[in-house]
């Protein structure tokens, strides 16, 4: 069936760069999406990326994306301490979505 | 983009009654969906909710725990009947345009069953 993993969690300084990477099995995704939650807070839709790219920024994020090996990737430039909170990767186009068990990020000053 | 409402935002609640959380989307929507997200975990899919018909649930759910309405294309309701300490989570709302279009998510009712 369809599975999402990502790493729980990940911890950098204030200003550097984060990566947050996930990996998919349904290669037949169009979308695949990025959501952020904040503490106490709903799902925010970061981010996406169309299936025939490989590469798509918004400033300062950028998703990467390697279809041969299902592997997605967002990369937060200059980290900030408000970045800090939960990052869920997510595909499904028939209608649910599937999400990972969503990635920690914590920011250190 | 879609704004969704969710009421209400928090709840306490003794076991073995039951809450009804509305959903409410600002423009028509094709497909909407209800979620929970249980302590420190991911979001699982409890159904799918259906105009004018019942909705189809995820497997592990049924419609007697969780009965969802679906009075058109812009509202839903789940109600999360006799309820106990385990059903504590964070019930979302979410609804899309369509297959391969973003999904919008409401803030989320956080349920706490004492």
């Known amino acids: 069936g369809e599975d999402v993993e990502q790493s729980l969690f990940l911890s950098v300084r204030e200003g550097d760069s984060s990566v947050i990477n996930c990996t998919y099995t349904d290669s037949s995704s169009t979308y695949l999406y990025w959501y952020k939650q904040e503490p106490g807070a709903g799902l925010q839709l970061l981010t996406y990326i169309f299936s025939n790219m490989d590469m798509k920024q918004d400033q300062r994020l950028t998703v990467l994306l390697n279809k041969k090996d299902k592997h997605l990737s967002l990369r937060i430039a200059d980290t900030q301490t408000g970045d800090s909170a939960i990052y869920f990767c997510a595909e499904g186009d028939t209608g649910k979505l599937i999400f990972g068990q969503g990635t920690t990020l914590q920011v250190k000053p | ?114």
């Open chain 2, 1 to 114: 983009s879609a704004v969704i409402s969710q009421k209400p935002s928090r709840d306490i609640c003794q076991r073995g009654t039951s809450l009804t959380i509305q959903c409410q989307v600002d423009s028509q929507v094709t497909m909407m969906f209800w979620y929970r997200q249980q302590p420190g975990q991911s979001l699982t899919l409890i159904a799918t909710a259906n105009q004018g018909s019942e909705a189809t649930y995820e497997s592990g759910f049924v419609i007697d725990k969780f009965p969802i309405s679906r009075p058109n294309l812009t509202f839903s309701t789940l109600t999360v009947s006799n309820m106990s300490p385990e059903d504590s989570s964070i019930y979302l709302c979410s609804g899309r345009w369509g297959r391969g279009t973003e999904a919008f998510f409401g803030q989320g009712t956080r349920l706490t069953v004492v």
